[in-house]
């Protein structure tokens, strides 16, 4: 495979007689169609980021260019963050991937500012339970809380005509 004196290859020899050894035609296709519609889905940034990483080195050619690589990774992730992180266009990987990781960690530590958390479309959602909004008693009594506001005005009828 390597021949000769194998203290004299580059690291980039190495890998390409190891996966050609170790690593047959169809595990590699496999493996790119994997890296090719790999979604974040409900892994963490960080889970990710490392599937991402490990399958990448099954499609040297498409992560090479780093434009390429930010691209396929954004466009994995989930599109709360996906949207966000292109709109701040960053420049290499690890921006992107510190982009993300800030985004994520934001939304854990505060889920209620989660951004695009809402139904995607043919989702069913659960329907929530409403409160009674008829009214208890009546706001003309007179007693409902006048004596907490003293400086409003009194209450008055109006009369309108169309």
């Not at 495979?1 to 035609?25: C, P, R």
């Not at 659960?126 to 004596?147: A, H, I, M, Y």
């Amino acid at each position: 495979m390597l021949g000769g004196d194998v203290s004299k290859i580059t690291w980039e020899q190495f890998k390409e007689s190891f996966y050609a050894k170790f690593f047959s035609a169809n595990v590699k296709y496999a493996k790119q169609q994997k890296f090719l519609n790999l979604e974040q889905g409900d892994m963490t940034v960080e889970q990710y980021d490392t599937q991402f990483d490990m399958l990448s080195h099954f499609v040297p050619d498409v992560v090479k260019d780093e434009e390429v690589r930010i691209e396929n990774f954004v466009r994995g992730l989930r599109l709360d963050l996906q949207g966000i992180v292109r709109a701040l266009r960053p420049t290499t990987h690890a921006d992107a991937l510190r982009l993300a990781l800030d985004l994520s960690l934001h939304e854990r530590v505060d889920p209620s500012k989660a951004v695009g958390r809402g139904s995607a479309l043919g989702q069913k959602r659960k329907v929530e339970s409403q409160p009674d909004l008829t009214p208890q008693s009546n706001l003309r009594s007179g007693g409902f809380f006048p004596d907490k506001l003293p400086g409003l005005p009194p209450l008055r009828e109006i009369d309108f005509a169309i």
